[in-house]
């Protein structure tokens, strides 16, 4: 009796599971430890939000099998919400899908588009559902190395040719997870052209297009011309509205693709449920305040960070967008080194940066969606706990 295919016994533990068997060891010990490695932010979902579900749950038709493509009211949210934030016009028919959180899409898209053998480009370090479900979809992810030196972003030119004409499809995300990265629209329009050039289909991960910092506007790739016709973008009230366990994202773009990816859907799932579907457009049809509010607690989280980790040596930049902080770990140290001291010794778990891929090794992410007296606690323990040798970590 064989308990897992080969599919599913070649996939290594999600790394945050992995995380969080240890963390959970730890407060067992007694150990008040504070974890910044995970993305889920601590602010609540905005009351009226949560209003809303509470009112269309008491209509009995809002809780019967929801339609596969999502609700009228939702596709329609989404698409003025595109024609105001981005200029871009959707047919909320054919070029907007609801999903259940953008991860299910995301994973869903690979079998929609990808056979087996075929190459799928992945920035590295990312997001693993990118890799992971290439992985069990039986395709080869090839990792598009993101250094500080390239400004995270691929380059295109490096892609062997034999590589590029396997792709099928290439992940972008910006603001980026973990690196924090921000982008402006030349390079998804550099992106597109690669793509139409080969042939290869792009998924945008725009999960924290909205969690941005100060004046800076992330742009969508279907602002790039000619991106119709081969990009697909996700998006996310998780990050954006506190809503992370809510489940309920939605993919727009390129209909066929959108198509494809509702083939799958309509075989695995039956969509979100209707009252979040609505919940979730009235929070997109809602103003900004409380999206503007929420980036400024973000900001001012990251000067924190920044602050204390520049008492260690450690030298940070303030990012335009995410929630994260992307540091180098202090010489001489590999990742996992570093995250392992700054855990034994100050009781905060910081994620190692090749947890998002092999060229994350060297680097570190820490979260700041955490309260921000933790935070503050997090780092005063970081700069006063972590034993210093010589003045030098
Ligand atoms: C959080 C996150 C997601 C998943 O968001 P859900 O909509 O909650 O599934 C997708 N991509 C990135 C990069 C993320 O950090």
Same mark, same amino acid.
């Given at each position: 009796m064989q308990y897992s295919s080969r599919r599913v016994a070649q996939i290594p533990p999600y790394v945050f599971a992995e995380m969080n068997k240890k963390k959970a060891r730890m407060i067992q010990e007694g150990v008040d430890v504070i974890d910044l490695g995970i993305g889920d932010p601590d602010l609540p979902t905005p009351r009226p939000i949560v209003d809303k579900l509470i009112e269309e749950m008491q209509d009995p038709a809002n809780l019967k099998y929801p339609s596969f493509i999502g609700c009228a009211e939702f596709r329609k949210a989404v698409a003025d919400f595109y024609g105001r934030e981005y200029g871009v016009a959707l047919d909320p028919d054919t070029e907007v899908l609801a999903l259940i959180g953008s991860k299910e899409g995301i994973a869903h898209l690979i079998p929609a588009l990808v056979d087996p053998g075929d190459v799928v480009l992945v920035?590295?370090?990312?997001?693993? #559902?990118? *890799?992971?479900a290439t992985e069990i979809a039986g395709g080869e992810p090839y990792g598009m190395p993101l250094t500080a030196e390239n400004r995270y972003e691929p380059r295109f030119d490096t892609i062997p040719k034999e590589t590029a004409e396997r792709a099928k499809l290439m992940f972008l995300n910006y603001p980026g997870n973990p690196t924090a990265a921000t982008v402006d629209l030349d390079? $998804?329009?550099?992106? #597109? @052209? $690669?793509?139409? /050039?080969? &042939?290869? !289909? +792009? !998924?945008?991960d725009s999960a924290y297009g909205m969690v941005t +910092?100060?004046?800076?506007?992330a742009p969508s790739i279907l602002q790039a011309a000619g991106a119709k016709e081969i990009a697909i973008e996700f998006g996310s009230l998780s990050k954006t509205y506190n809503m992370t366990g809510w489940r309920i994202g939605y993919a727009v773009g390129n209909s066929r693709l959108i198509k494809s990816l509702s083939v799958i859907k309509s075989n695995m799932d039956s969509g979100p449920f209707t009252p979040i579907q609505k919940a979730a457009a009235f929070a997109l049809n809602g103003d900004k305040e409380t999206i503007v509010a929420h980036n400024r607690i973000y900001r001012e989280r990251m000067d924190v960070v920044i602050e204390g980790l520049a008492a260690i040596g450690v030298r940070a930049e303030a990012p335009r967008g995410s929630f994260f902080i992307w540091a180098k770990v202090p010489q001489g140290y590999t990742s996992a080194a570093f995250a392992a001291? %700054?855990? =034994? =010794? /100050?009781? %905060? +778990?910081?994620?190692?940066?090749? /947890? $998002?891929?092999? !060229? &994350?090794?060297?680097? $570190? *992410?820490? @979260? %700041?969606? %955490?309260? &921000?007296? *933790?935070l503050e606690e997090a780092m005063n323990r970081i700069r006063h706990q972590l034993k210093f040798d010589g003045g030098q970590l």
């Open positions: 920035p590295d370090p990312s997001y693993p #559902v990118y *890799r992971m390079c $998804f329009e550099r992106a #597109v @052209s $690669f793509g139409r /050039a080969h &042939g290869i !289909a +792009i !998924a945008h +910092i100060g004046d800076y506007k001291r %700054v855990l =034994e =010794e /100050a009781g %905060v +778990i910081v994620t190692p940066g090749p /947890a $998002f891929g092999p !060229a &994350g090794e060297g680097y $570190f *992410r820490i @979260s %700041v969606s %955490v309260p &921000g007296d *933790r």
